[in-house]
T-cell receptor, first 111, second 114 residues
Framework: DGGITQSPKYLFRKEGQNVTLSCEQN?????MYWYRQDPGQGLRLIYY???????QKGDIAEGYSVSREKKESFPLTVTSAQKNPTAFYLC??????????FGPGTRLTVL | AQSVTQLGSHVSVSEGALVLLRCNYS??????LFWYVQYPNQGLQLLLK??????LVKGINGFEAEFKKSETSFHLTKPSAHMSDAAEYFC????????????FGSGTQLTVLP
């Protein structure tokens, strides 16, 4: 079955640690996205990539980094520079002319 | 800049009653508009979308929405609510006439009362 997978579903991090969230898609989509979701604030764009080896900052990129070495994969690293990382993180992908499809999300909690 | 306003962060309806979730947008170009649904601790699922053509759009699970350019609105409706409709609903607008970048509203939590 085609789709988007995110792992892990739940992630716990100690302050000062970097963590990497995985996002994989087998939909053959060119574009991939990372969003952060906080209660009452909807979704905010962190980073997006239109093509392999290229990505752009979204509205709230500070404290985050990404890579796009393969079409199928778009991992997000939450660095220690992100002061308030506890949130629900959603990955999405899109092919030209289509809507965005979302993965099941990763809930990150800083202890 | 694009923006989306969803009026009412929480809406409650009785089972069998009309569901109306409001969405207003601002866009400097003809918009693409979307409604997504999110169940607890899950990703977003597309309910329906407006790109061009017919302004009344039908989606999954009996939902529909009407694009009203003069009112800059894209309200979501369903004639009869089911318990399974309880979820959070997000309206989104694409700023460039495609789904390349989405701006989301803050969401409306729908509660369905027995």
């Amino acid at each position: 079955d085609g789709g988007i997978t995110q792992s892990p579903k739940y992630l716990f991090r100690k302050e000062g640690q970097n963590v990497t969230l995985s996002c994989e898609q087998n939909l053959n989509h060119d574009a991939m996205y990372w969003y952060r979701q906080d209660p009452g604030q909807g979704l905010r764009l962190i980073y997006y990539s239109q093509i392999v080896n290229d990505f752009q900052k979204g509205d709230i990129a500070e404290g985050y980094s990404v890579s796009r070495e393969k079409k199928e994969s778009f991992p997000l690293t939450v660095t220690s520079a992100q002061k308030n990382p506890t949130a629900f993180y959603l990955c999405a992908s899109r092919s030209t002319g289509s809507e965005q499809f979302f993965g099941p999300g990763t809930r990150l909690t800083v202890l | 800049a694009q923006s989306v306003t969803q009026l009412g962060s929480h809406v409650s309806v009785s089972e069998g009653a009309l569901v109306l979730l409001r969405c207003n947008y601002s866009s400097s170009v003809p918009p693409y508009l979307f409604w997504y649904v999110q169940y607890p601790n899950q990703g977003l699922q597309l309910l329906l979308k407006y790109t061009t053509g017919a302004t009344l759009v039908k989606g999954i699970n009996g939902f529909e929405a009407e694009f009203k350019k003069s009112e800059t609105s894209f309200h979501l409706t369903k004639p009869s609510a089911h318990m399974s409709d309880a979820a959070e609903y997000f309206c989104a607008v694409s700023p460039s006439g495609s789904a390349r970048q989405l701006t989301f509203g803050s969401g409306t939590q729908l509660t369905v009362l027995p």
